[in-house]
């Protein structure tokens, strides 16, 4: 999972509330396997006109196509819980959506595929939206828990300690387990090698096995 620690970039601004999974990432495409290349299906219905020609939606519009940073309005993500949504996010190379609040298993995704949910209410969310509009570029740093706007203004954070660290180090919940538990999961593995020997056979001592086996 790619790291994620400070970012600087323009902000697309997308006002509407209820943005649902289904509007970030429609249902027809959810047979594709791969997440490379989902990024090209990211909010397919607002992007492109029934003719294949592209809108005038604001991902299509420079700077915002280049945009790291979606300002969304309240109850962002909602709807089913496809992790494709985030994958595609994540793929066009948004790596960071602030909304006053967000689907609950959008939000928690965000974090498990190294995309950084900022819930940021009231008046702050509305000058973080301004500032988005303006297309001068906005700064979110996770290591000071901060946004930074154009104007200076700088707008302090809550993240939880431990999605606040697995984002920083690029950490799944898998590498997460790996790196906290590391010798303990290293002590186990030397006890179970030592106690049943036979479950750790190299490819050649399966080669021969195998071979014994057949001679039978």
């Given at each position: 999972?790619?790291?994620?620690?400070?970012?600087t970039?323009?902000a697309?601004?997308?006002?509407?509330a209820?943005?649902?999974?289904?509007?970030?990432f429609p249902?027809?495409?959810?047979?594709?396997?791969d997440k490379?290349?989902?990024?090209?299906?990211l909010f397919?219905?607002?992007?492109h006109?029934?003719?294949?020609?592209?809108?005038d939606?604001?991902?299509?519009?420079?700077?915002?196509?280049q945009?790291e940073?979606?300002?969304?309005?309240?109850?962002?993500g909602?709807?089913?819980?496809?992790?494709?949504?985030?994958?595609?996010?994540t793929?066009?190379?948004i790596?960071?959506?602030?909304?006053?609040?967000?689907?609950?298993?959008f939000?928690?995704n965000?974090?498990?595929?190294?995309?950084?949910?900022?819930?940021?209410?009231?008046?702050?969310?509305?000058?973080?939206?301004?500032?988005?509009?303006?297309?001068?570029?906005?700064?979110?740093?996770l290591e000071?828990q901060?946004?930074e706007?154009p104007?200076?203004?700088?707008?302090?954070?809550?993240?939880?300690?431990?999605?606040?660290?697995?984002l920083?180090?690029?950490?799944d919940?898998?590498?997460?387990i790996?790196?906290?538990?590391?010798?303990?999961?290293?002590?186990?593995?030397?006890?179970?090698?030592?106690?049943?020997?036979?479950?750790?056979?190299?490819?050649g001592?399966?080669?021969r096995?195998?071979?014994?086996?057949r001679?039978?």
């Open positions: 999972m790619q790291k994620f620690t400070k970012i970039s323009p697309a601004a997308l006002r509407e209820d943005v649902d999974t289904d509007v970030i249902a027809r495409f959810l047979l594709l396997l490379a290349g989902l990024g090209k299906h397919h219905e607002r992007r006109r029934r003719d294949g020609t592209r809108t939606f604001v991902l299509n519009t420079p700077p915002f196509d945009a940073i979606l300002v969304a309005g309240a109850n962002f909602s709807g089913s819980s496809r992790e494709q949504a985030v994958w595609a996010l793929d066009f190379g790596r960071c959506v602030i909304a006053p609040s967000f689907g609950e298993i939000y928690s965000c974090f498990k595929n190294g995309a950084l949910p900022l819930v940021i209410q009231g008046d702050a969310h509305e000058r973080v939206m301004l500032a988005a509009e303006s297309g001068k570029p906005i700064t979110v740093d000071t901060t946004v706007l104007d200076g203004e700088v707008i302090g954070l809550d993240i939880d300690p431990y999605r606040r660290r697995t920083m180090l690029g950490l919940e898998i590498g997460s790996l790196a906290d538990d590391a010798d303990e999961i290293a002590a186990f593995e030397a006890r179970l090698r030592a106690s049943q020997p036979w479950l750790f056979l190299d490819d001592r399966l080669e096995l195998f071979a014994d086996t001679a039978r």
